[in-house]
């Protein structure tokens, strides 16, 4: 139900990063045939927002080669 509990005192952790608190993410699935460049372009009109993606992934996704179609990403709003 709801997530997982860790260093929240028993509360549901939903991974969010310090810092990130008051932003609200998106959620977009890789596509076939999209690396994250792609998915960069979908959610901030521009593929070298990549660093961005993966700051917010880390740690499921360390690197470009991680993501596959399927794979859902975190795209915190500006």
Request: aromatic share 6%.
């Given at each position: 139900?709801?997530?997982?509990?860790?260093?929240?005192?028993?509360?549901p952790c939903h991974g969010v990063a310090a810092g990130q608190e008051g932003i609200a993410?998106?959620?977009?699935?890789?596509?076939?045939g999209e690396g994250l460049a792609d998915v960069a372009a979908r959610a901030?009109?521009?593929?070298?927002a990549v660093r961005r993606l993966l700051a917010a992934n880390r740690p499921a996704v360390?690197?470009?080669?991680d993501v596959h179609a399927g794979v859902v990403v975190?795209?915190?709003s500006a």
């Open positions: 139900m709801g997530g997982r509990t860790g260093r929240s005192g028993g509360r993410p998106r959620f977009l699935t890789v596509r076939a901030y009109s521009t593929p070298d360390s690197g470009p080669e975190r795209a915190p």
